[in-house]
């Protein structure tokens, strides 16, 4: 009887995380599938400043060895109850809750207490396949470009951060970073109505990326708090969204918002900062927090992707195939870095063969062995070939 297990010599691509500034292509054993989980076959996954955070060393939970990615799309090889029928495209929802804490019985799953994701809690999708719940991808409309999909999750996130602010037109609005987030938000508002978009970005790269989509930018060199009143009647802007997670911007958010404005914090901070507490009192502002995304705000990511309203098809990317992983992870750390970097993965033609096999059943004894791509550290050095 056909069952889900892989065998003895199924084994598939993946980028490996190996250890601080090391990633390998290595070869591993195929997914396992569960009952209820369904089988991806891998297109494209992009890089985040998250997948730099681990692959550096500094990410609190990752554990290497570990399988990257959690910004994925691809097409479904084999479907699971409830899940979207073979061939579809769809991107990955990431996140894993515990389903027991107060925030999942109140239908805020992406705040739970012990809140994980694929990537970084448990094999990600930076592989020829990847196996999630059924219920943890959402389809693409059929028609829409791949590599656009793949700006779905991260987009999810810029959704959910405007949701926060409760957008409702005409707002001025400042956004502090340009980097993919921080665009995204920008766009994301944009098309949310706000009349007035600036974008705070110590980076001239980033300046110009953000300039070339039609926003307004901060000079080089002037306190953006100052210069935003300078050019705003004396006020504040209506929403601030921080993106950039560094201490010199805490330190102004308070200044940047008008009295009685939103300040949407995106950005995950690594350390206390200060914070202008007083400020934010006597102007009654609002902080908000703004962790990841919701169902809902995955499946309006998802939905702003046909007809590309945003111009996403218009962001710089880079492309690498999934040989070339650590040479992907150089693009992305480098101070010209473009605004998304993507790794190329299908290649039907090499993981058809190992398809058929797994889906036909067989247990697995332990783990792949074999040679896959030279072990890289992210600084450049060839560190020999990969033992598993």
């Not at 037109?169 to 400042?174: A, N, Q």
């Not at 802007?237 to 958010?253: K, P, S, Y």
Request: aromatic share 4%.
């Amino acid at each position: 009887m056909a069952t889900n297990a892989v065998t003895r010599n199924a084994t598939m691509r993946a980028a490996v995380w190996t250890a601080p500034g090391r990633v390998d292509v290595r070869d591993v054993p195929y997914p396992h599938v569960p009952d209820g989980w369904l089988l991806l076959r891998v297109e494209y996954g992009g890089i985040c400043g998250t997948d730099l955070a681990i692959v550096a060393g500094r990410h609190p939970r990752a554990t290497a060895p570990l399988v990257i990615g959690h910004e994925i799309v691809g097409t479904v090889e084999r479907t699971g109850p409830d899940g979207p029928p073979a061939g579809t495209r769809a991107v990955v929802e990431p996140l894993i809750a515990c389903g027991r804490c107060r925030a999942c019985r109140d239908q805020a799953a992406h705040v739970c207490r012990e809140l994980e994701l694929f990537g970084i809690d448990a094999a990600g999708g930076l592989a020829d396949y990847m196996a999630v719940p059924s219920d943890r991808v959402v389809p693409v409309r059929p028609g829409v470009p791949v590599r656009r999909a793949a700006w779905a999750e991260p987009l999810a996130v810029a959704v959910h951060s405007v949701a926060q602010a409760r957008m409702r037109g005409g707002e001025s609005v400042l956004v502090f970073g340009a980097g993919p987030i921080g665009i995204l938000v920008a766009l994301v508002a944009r098309e949310a109505g706000a009349a007035r978009i600036v974008i705070a970005e110590p980076k001239a790269s980033r300046r110009r990326a953000a300039a070339a989509c039609g926003f307004e930018t901060v000079p080089d060199g002037v306190d953006p708090a100052t210069w935003f009143r300078s050019t705003n009647a004396s006020e504040g802007a209506d929403i601030v969204f921080d993106t950039a997670g560094h201490r010199d911007v805490a330190r102004v958010l308070p200044a940047s918002a008008r009295e009685t404005g939103t300040i949407v914090l995106v950005a995950v901070y690594p350390d206390p900062v200060a914070l202008d507490l007083r400020a934010l009192c006597f102007g009654e502002q609002r902080l908000l927090g703004s962790r990841v995304y919701t169902r809902d705000d995955l499946t309006e990511a998802v939905a702003l992707l046909p007809d590309d309203p945003l111009g996403l098809d218009q962001l710089p990317v880079a492309v690498f195939p999934l040989d070339e992983a650590a040479a992907a992870f150089h693009a992305a750390r480098a101070d010209d870095a473009p605004m998304k970097v993507l790794i190329e993965i299908a290649d039907p033609s090499a993981v058809a063969e190992v398809a058929d096999r797994c889906l036909a059943g067989g247990e697995v004894a332990g783990p792949a062995t074999g040679e896959g791509a030279p072990e890289v550290d992210l600084f450049g050095t060839p560190r020999g070939p990969a033992i598993s």
